[in-house]
């Protein structure tokens, strides 16, 4: 038995007329026969009975699913019972409610629901077709004999029908090579019958092709995850199999409703996918995304790794120690520079080791470089994604003897207009001295005690107390969108210290080379997105372990987008995110934690 839902499928009963076999099936026959030489075709007779469901078979009793019927001079049969009767093949389509009849010579498809049918792809009439009596399918015996070739003569006298039919062979049945390539059968359907403005359309695409072929292209006009004005909206669906050949195009209208449910900045904050770039309208940004409070949290400055940062000259026009600064126990090494000489030059950091009787061990702990690159937002990038990706790999060491000068680090060679970035974690277990040196390419260390040290350019450059900052955040029960900002000298202030050199007091604005952590106990449904408000901007963010672009390629400009760093259900027991700010990039940038309803 075949079911959609209550319908009860049911095949055809033939015409009540003397029906003769046509002379152009009997030679496709013989050349079907001709050609299948394995096996050859059955014939089947069969005794039908008007208003009932007892039939014979090759003289064998039959019991039919349901009576057969007379409806206006026309003999119907019962759907589920043509297998056995002609030999073709019924199926029932759940996903479609529908029933799918194969012929010799044509594919129907009979949507119940809708009372459409299409053969061979193109729409025919259902109702000349077939029926629906008590919730099931029967088809005309006038119909189905343009598709099936069989003779049946009716008895009035005994009010029945004998019918002869030749089966053809099970490896010849239904396909006919000489036949043309049946159209793919284009069709869709929504999940609700209304919508409201801005509430997300589900579409399911139920093409398919009924002679089996591959569904290559698929062709929308309308289609629209939302929309966000009332009225009826046309959406329509044309498809394409693997041998070219396309479908009708269908349509239906999606009707919404002048009811809100999301604007459309609300929809792309609840439904873009978490690492999307989001563009939108500078005024748009500012309406939501400007001035709104900053979440309550507890921002804690480690001092166990002082931050030694290399940035000025930024652009140096000759050659010479950059910065140099003393090292026993932890640091972080950051270096940022670009060659601004009509040479190539190489940039090393070198150790040294004041100890007259000392070896001191240098152990790396965490590592992120790129080699030199005329792209600056690309530099700082790749350094802080290889930066923050390095945590728990297994340290490097090198030792320095007494009196020793060795190459910490030894970049590539360095071209004019090219930039470099570096930062790294390292342990000291004696006293060294680290120093930033922009030399002649291939000079070995014996010329580097000629440098002089540079002149201070503005840029930052020191020594600076601490390195890490932790923020422990509360977003379990806010109510309203909030914020953290980064690198805004404010809120988030500026980590302080001194220049080795100048002996001066040092300040990092935008706080280069520090790493954030921020730690969200249970947090609850929300979507976090990153606003640059500062300029441009290009630089990673680690979000449980996982790597987001902000944005995933290109820049990004103040007030001219938002990438989506996270999105939580209210279920994840907590949510941590790790950055350090990229070299080439403008700040301050505001992490914003909107809040999202059980929409």
């Known amino acids: ?113 809708s009372k459409q049918l299409k053969v061979n792809g193109s729409s025919a009439s259902f109702d000349k077709a077939a029926t629906l009596i008590n919730d099931r399918l029967y088809i005309s015996m006038a119909w189905l004999e343009q598709y099936i070739s069989f003779k049946a003569t009716k008895n009035e006298e005994l009010k029945r029908i004998d019918l002869l039919y030749v089966q053809m062979p099970a490896d010849g049945a239904f396909h006919n090579d000489t036949m043309p390539n049946t159209k793919p059968i ?48 046309k959406v329509s669906l044309q498809v394409t199999d693997s041998k070219g050949t396309e479908s009708e195009t269908f349509s239906r209208n999606v009707e919404i409703v002048n009811e809100p449910y999301l604007d459309p900045f609300e929809y792309k904050v609840y439904h873009e996918p978490v690492g999307t770039f989001v563009k939108d309208e500078e005024a748009t940004l500012r309406k939501y995304l400007r001035d709104i409070p900053s979440l309550p949290n507890e921002a804690k400055l480690s001092k166990e790794r002082p931050l030694i940062v290399s940035d000025s000259p930024e652009t140096f026009t000759e050659k010479g120690f950059l910065y140099q600064e003393k090292v026993n126990g932890k640091a972080r090494l950051y270096a940022d520079h670009v060659n601004g000489m009509n040479e190539k030059v190489q940039f090393a950091i070198v150790v040294r080791n004041p100890n007259p009787d000392k070896t001191v061990k240098i152990t790396t702990t965490r590592s992120g470089e790129v080699y030199p690159s005329i792209y600056a937002n690309l ?54 001295y680290f120093s930033f040196v922009a030399m002649d390419a291939g000079a070995d260390l014996s010329s580097i005690g000629m440098f002089e040290r540079l002149d201070y350019t503005g840029n930052v450059r020191g020594t600076f107390s601490g390195s890490d900052v932790t923020w422990n955040v509360d977003a379990k029960s806010f109510t309203k969108p909030s914020s953290l900002a980064i690198g805004d000298g404010t809120s988030d202030p500026f980590v302080t210290g001194d220049d080795f050199f100048r002996k001066h007091d040092s300040l990092n604005l935008g706080n280069y080379g520090v790493v954030y952590k921020i730690h969200i106990e249970n947090p609850r449904k929300m979507s976090v997105l990153l606003l640059p408000r500062g300029g441009v901007f290009k630089g990673p963010f680690e979000v449980n372990g996982r790597i987001i672009q902000t944005p995933p390629s290109g820049v990004m400009m103040d007030y001219q987008g938002y990438t989506i760093l996270a ?28 809040p999202l309803d059980d929409k």
């Open 567 to 594: 999105r939580t259900d209210g279920t994840e027991p907590s949510l941590d995110i790790e950055f350090t700010p990229a070299a080439g990039s403008a700040f301050p940038v505001d992490v914003i934690f909107y």
């Open 379 to 432: 530099i700082g990038n790749e350094a802080s994604i290889e930066f923050l990706q390095d945590e728990g790999n297994k340290p490097e060491t090198i030792t320095v003897g007494p009196y020793q000068t060795v190459y910490y680090k030894k970049m590539p060679e360095f071209f004019p207009g090219q930039g470099m970035n570096v930062i790294y974690d390292v342990e000291t277990d004696g006293e060294v």
């Open 186 to 233: 284009a069709q869709f359907s929504v999940n609700k019958d209304k919508y409201r403005l801005g509430e997300p359309i589900i579409y399911s695409d139920t093409s398919y092709d009924p002679d089996g072929d591959a569904i290559t292209s698929v062709n929308w006009t309308g289609k629209a995850e939302a929309i966000f004005e009332p009225g009826l909206f």
């Open 1 to 113: 038995m075949f079911f959609a839902k209550k319908w009860c499928i049911l095949w055809t009963v033939l015409s009540l007329s003397t029906v003769t076999l046509p002379a152009a099936s009997t030679a496709a026959w013989a050349a079907s026969e001709s050609a299948a030489v394995k096996s050859v075709p059955v014939s089947k007779s069969s005794l039908l009975y008007i208003g009932k469901d007892e039939a014979y078979l090759n003289g064998n009793p039959l019991k039919l699913e349901a009576p057969v019927l007379e409806v206006k001079g026309q003999a119907y049969l019962p759907a589920v019972s043509l297998p056995s009767l002609l030999g073709v093949s019924v199926q029932w389509q759940e996903l479609s409610q529908s029933v799918h009849l194969t012929t010799p010579s044509a594919f129907a498809e009979f949507q119940l629901a």
